[in-house]
């Protein structure tokens, strides 16, 4: 084979090895929100509780495991800054895998009483330790093996491998009932999604074993004397970094996994119509990441996300008033969520190719980590909790669109001072 081919068929190969963890990672988060009235009234629907709380109790069990997530991106992380990403990647997808199914097993409420969302509770932080060390590991793989000049295209599949994973969710949940029947989906079919992860897991793993290692990392192994990271400049890159990322995991989770839910629950839409807008939002989320991504390669990360967080500050309120109006027909409502989801893929595209070039090589995988990590518990984790928890105690359906638009005011201060040429420069 010649060089250039087999050149090309290894960028193929650590592309898609290195995202498709991400896609299961994904795929079981999208039907764990997309399926969460299901599964409160499975394993939460306490008694003398209603159903506004056991939705609560749903969204905390959800939220719980991304408060693992640091500590996994924290583990994990500084195994594969020390002992390269390929062995960590293939650690932490096995035990991601097995978590996953095991949460298609576990009996539910009526069977074995409080064990039941304790135990799915407890799977749940397992699912976060483990989920925590996979971004980082992936990201700095597909990003230090990029060739000169699309870093960002290549960080881009990472994210839209988020999008394939929420589609196959929202894709799975959809066509389950239609295939089983509504009565049995409620009953036991709501198991087959999270099961379906046992055999993804094996070839996401068949995948991982033929890659080879980050070329970056093992160039600053052999160093005899590597270069040491500050602690005081890493600590100040993970805070700067955060703020930038709210906005994404903010509006993320809103707008692409807990609207469901939140359609039914307040707005008191059908099931299937909700599923089909939240299917529609993912995809204008898919539409714009590799587009972003690719664009970020030439004119810079900084203006396609000032972008982006700027137009989700003045269009939260308008988007949501837009579904909350009874007077929308389906198409209309449709195109709003396009539109939402298109702009939080502006976000993900360039996203990821941001965070490699905020971390040396040294503590890259647990830098980008932890900061994705620890964004994503603070504002995505908790984004159904705190949804959910403030329309019951102020009865104001306007919360969501609030809560983007806070996020944004401030990833759009944060994002002023992203370099303007760091696209250009060698990580």
């Known amino acids: 084979m010649p060089a250039a081919a087999h050149m090309a068929s290894a960028h193929r190969r650590i592309l898609i090895a290195g995202s498709v963890g991400n ?28 159903a506004d709380t056991s939705v609560i109790l ?19 992380g500084r195994l594969g800054d020390r002992h390269g990403r390929k062995p960590v990647l293939i650690g932490v997808l096995v035990m991601m895998t097995l978590v996953t199914t095991a949460i298609g097993l576990v009996p539910d409420y009526a069977a074995i009483g409080i064990a039941a969302p304790l135990l ?23 990003t230090e093996a990029a060739p000169p000049g699309k870093r960002g295209l290549y960080g881009a599949w ?13 894709a799975t949940v959809a066509l389950l009932p239609l295939l089983i029947g509504e009565d049995a989906m409620f009953d036991w079919g709501w198991r087959l999604p999270f099961l379906l992860a046992l055999p993804l897991g094996a070839v996401a793993l068949w995948l991982r074993t033929g890659l080879d290692e980050s070329p970056q990392f093992s160039a600053v192994r052999q160093q005899a004397e590597p270069e ?29 996994v807990i609207m469901p839910t939140y359609l039914q629950t307040t707005l008191h839409t059908g099931f299937n119509q909700a599923l089909l807008i939240a299917v529609i939002s993912n995809l204008g989320f898919a539409a714009t990441i590799l587009p972003a991504g690719w664009l970020s390669d030439r004119i810079g990360r900084r203006t396609i996300m000032l972008i982006a967080t700027f137009m989700l500050l003045i269009f939260a309120l308008p988007l949501l008033s837009v579904l909350q109006n009874p007077a929308s027909g389906l198409l209309t409502k449709a195109l709003s969520v396009f539109v939402a989801g298109a702009l939080v893929g502006m976000l993900a595209g360039p996203g990821p190719a941001m965070l490699a070039e905020m971390f040396p090589t040294r503590v890259r995988y647990t830098g980008l980590g932890f900061a994705y990590a620890l964004s994503n518990a603070l504002f995505s984790g908790c984004a159904g909790l705190i949804i959910s928890g ?21 990833s759009f201060i944060a994002l002023l001072s992203l370099n303007k040429n760091d696209h250009r420069r060698s990580l």
């Open 58 to 76: 749903t969204w905390a069990a959800f939220a719980v495991a991304f408060f693992f997530r640091p500590l996994g991106a924290i583990i994990f």
């Open 228 to 256: 040491r990271a500050s602690f005081i400049a890493t600590l100040r890159a993970i805070t700067l970094a955060i703020s930038r990322l709210m906005v994404w995991s903010a509006a993320g989770y809103t707008y692409l």
């Open 120 to 142: 799915l509770t407890l799977l749940r932080i397992l699912q976060g330790l483990f989920a925590g060390g996979e971004y980082g590991g992936a990201v700095s793989l597909m």
């Open 23 to 50: 896609f299961i990672e994904w795929y079981e988060f999208a039907v764990y929100g997309f399926m969460a009235s299901i599964i409160a009234r499975h394993f939460f629907q306490l008694p003398d509780e209603n």
């Open 158 to 170: 990472q994210s839209l491998t988020v999008a394939c994973g929420l589609l196959a969710g929202a």
């Open 390 to 410: 403030l329309i019951k105690q102020t009865g104001n359906p306007d919360i969501p669109a609030w809560y983007v638009m806070m996020t944004a005011l401030i």
